[in-house]
Every structure is written in structure tokens, then in C-alpha cells.
């Protein structure tokens, strides 16, 4: 069977975007900031933030007052200087640009619509059993856990420590391709290899033969099993052969293999360094909302 060669792998990551300068589209990452002008207030009560974590308690009870600061008639909705300079900074992420006073009005008026709607249905009640407000509410006290959690830059020594226990994210680990027919029976795989060999094989099971393109040599097992794993490692390559996985038999032909590479410290320090804050931030934020748990009691009917 005539084969192409091996394409370089190409691997992709998921970035997700926000924001954008159209004032239209970014009303709703907009009408967002008023709670994290809070959430800067707060942080801005300590030098230890890790001292506001004592009053979740009581702003969980409170959480309308803190998305919501209350006023003292219900009908009035204050815009306030804050909140028009979070309009203007949020009107363009790159800070290039400043929204015109229409834009601006647009923006003010689509936030005081969205404040009357929020307090018209909780006096009505519609947020009553409603797991999307529910999930809104608990994901913005996330956002305000997350904002006053402050972690400094760790140290070469914990660098280094957390680097050693968690080096085999960084390694670059050892890749396969190998071509490899549908699982089936062992005497009709047999047919298949011996059609191959002569070079007779159907268009069909060219068409269902798959190319299995840098795989790594630990995701092998799991997928296929251990003899299949040995098995393939053993082959020589560009030859075909009959191996058994835990599926059925197939026809394989091993095309490449690449050794692993040991990552170092050096040349991965920035993402090893930004992982590890990220893993610290959750940490943190993790054992605050524990603390909060503490003076609820959890109760499972059964």
C-alpha cells in the first residue's frame, strides 16, 4: 500500500478573546465593572489581602448589597463618575480610542436598563430557582475572590521545587506515526496484510486505513493496550505487520519515531512561572471559599 509521507504535527491551542471596540457588542462586558470598582476599593483596605477573606461571610448573606450597593429609595439609579470612567476605559481595549458622548450616552443607557430590569424581577421574584442568576451571582463573588488574592513572584528555590515536581508537563515526550487498519478478526487481517504485501489491496481499505500522526508513546496503552504498545515499539520501521490490539487485529506499518526531550528549567521559566501563579491564585482562592464553607452547615436528604 502506497502511503504518504509523514506530515509535521501541528498542535493548536484554545485562546479565548474578549472584549472589542464596537460599543454596541461590548455592553455586556461593560455593565460588569461597577462590582470590580468594588472589588478594587476592598483591596485597596490592606496590604495583607488575604484579611478580606473575613468578610465573605457576611457579603455572601449581603450579596445583592455588593453587586447592587443599596440606596436608599429603591427608584433611584445613580451613574456614578466610577462608573463612566469604566464605560470610557472598557470602550476600547487597546485604550486607543474614546467613545464620542452619544457612544458614551448609549452605553450609560444600556447599563440603567439592565440595573431597572435586575431590580423590577427580584421584586417580582424571578430569580427564584433560577439556576442561570444563580450561577451568574457565585461567579461573580469567584471574580471578587480572585481580584483580592495578590501572589508575588515565587522564588528561584520554589521555582525549582515546583519545577521538579511537575517537570513531565514541559517534557516533550516520545512520538509515533504509524498507519494502522480497522480492528477485525485475525484471519481476515491476514488476508489484508498478504493484500497489502503484494500491493493488491481494495480501495476501500486504503480509504479506511487510518495515519496516526505523532502520537505520544504514554497515550499508546490506553487507546490501543499494552501488547499493541510493545508490539508497535518493536516493528521496524516501514515494514507492515499483523499486531493485536485490545479491539481486534490489525495491519500496521510503524512510519516514524521521535525520542522524547527532558525540558529545562531555563528555557521554560516564564510559562512554568505563570502556571505556577495561576495554580497558587486557585490555591488561595480555593482555601478562602473553604473558610466560608465553615459557617455554613451542609445537610444531604436522603
Avoid: C
Amino acid at each position: 500500500m502506497s502511503m504518504p509521507a509523514t506530515p509535521v504535527e501541528v498542535q493548536s491551542f484554545p485562546i479565548s478573546h474578549t472584549g472589542g471596540s464596537n460599543p454596541d457588542t461590548g455592553v455586556a462586558r461593560i455593565t460588569t465593572e461597577p462590582s470590580r470598582s468594588l472589588v478594587s476599593v476592598i483591596a485597596r483596605l490592606s496590604h495583607e489581602p488575604l484579611l478580606h477573606f473575613t468578610l465573605l461571610g457576611a457579603i455572601i448573606f449581603g450579596i445583592d448589597a455588593v453587586l447592587h450597593p443599596p440606596v436608599k429609595d429603591e427608584k433611584v439609579i445613580t451613574v456614578t463618575k466610577a462608573m463612566r470612567q469604566s464605560f470610557i476605559d472598557n470602550f476600547d481595549e487597546d485604550k486607543e480610542r474614546t467613545p464620542s458622548n452619544d457612544q458614551l450616552q448609549k452605553m450609560i443607557d444600556s447599563w440603567v436598563a439592565s440595573e431597572i430590569l435586575y431590580r423590577e424581577g427580584k421584586t417580582l421574584g424571578v430569580d427564584r430557582g433560577d439556576e442561570t442568576i444563580r450561577d451568574r451571582i457565585a461567579y461573580k463573588m469567584q471574580l471578587l475572590i480572585f481580584d483580592q488574592i495578590r501572589v508575588p513572584r515565587p522564588t528561584d528555590e520554589q521555582l525549582q521545587a515546583w519545577f521538579a515536581e511537575n517537570h513531565a508537563r514541559f517534557d516533550e515526550p516520545e512520538r509515533v506515526s504509524f498507519y494502522i487498519t480497522p480492528p477485525t478478526d485475525q484471519a481476515t487481517a491476514q488476508r489484508q496484510f498478504e493484500d497489502i504485501v503484494q500491493q493488491r489491496e481494495s480501495e476501500e481499505l486504503q480509504n479506511l486505513t487510518r495515519a496516526i500522526l505523532a502520537r505520544p508513546v504514554a497515550s499508546l496503552a490506553a487507546s490501543f493496550g499494552d501488547n499493541f504498545r510493545t508490539g508497535l515499539l518493536a516493528m521496524p520501521e516501514g515494514e507492515w505487520k499483523l499486531l493485536q490490539s485490545k479491539d481486534g487485529w490489525h495491519v500496521t506499518r510503524l512510519d516514524s519515531r521521535r525520542p522524547g526531550n527532558l525540558a529545562s528549567l531555563d528555557k521554560v521559566r516564564d510559562d512554568a512561572a505563570r502556571i505556577w501563579h495561576t495554580e497558587e491564585t486557585r490555591k488561595l482562592a480555593w482555601e478562602a471559599v473553604k473558610r466560608l464553607k465553615a459557617s455554613y452547615q451542609v445537610r444531604y436528604e436522603p
